[in-house]
Nanobody, 118 residues
Framework: QVRLVESGGGLVQAGGSLRLACEVS????????MSWYRQAPGNQREEVAR???????RYVDSVKGRFTISSDFAKSSVYLQMAALKPEDTAVYYC????????????WGQGTQVTVAK
């Protein structure tokens, strides 16, 4: 059974930092890319950051210069270092993995809440 387990969410004051982590287990193929998405109440889920197995990264404009995605593909793990947090960063953050397994498969974590207080 494939599992994506996130950790590191919580409550932080504006301007503070948090580090999210996600570990993927139970896959039999190789990971092509991993991402962090977020969804705030009333909003659509959006991709915050993505990293590929080649190490290429991309970020949504609103987090550029503040968030950093990194990964350890050998450990099937992905991280999101968040700094200079703003109240508008408040959301549930989801880990996502694209795996080459019987074609390309997409897997999601359960989500971790990040709340940024004013």
């Amino acid at each position: 059974q494939v599992r994506l387990v996130e950790s590191g969410g919580g409550l932080v004051q504006a301007g503070g930092s948090l580090r999210l982590a996600c570990e993927v287990s139970g896959i039999s193929g190789s990971i092509h890319a991993m991402s962090w998405y977020r969804q705030a109440p009333g909003n659509q889920r959006e991709e915050v950051a993505r990293i590929t197995e080649e190490g290429h990264t991309r970020y949504v404009d609103s987090v550029k210069g503040r968030f950093t995605i990194s990964s350890d593909f050998a450990k099937s793990s992905v991280y999101l270092q968040m700094a200079a947090l703003k109240p508008e960063d408040t959301a549930v953050y989801y880990c996502y993995s694209m795996v080459a397994e019987f074609g390309l498969q997409e897997y999601w974590g359960q989500g971790t809440q990040v709340t940024v207080a004013k």
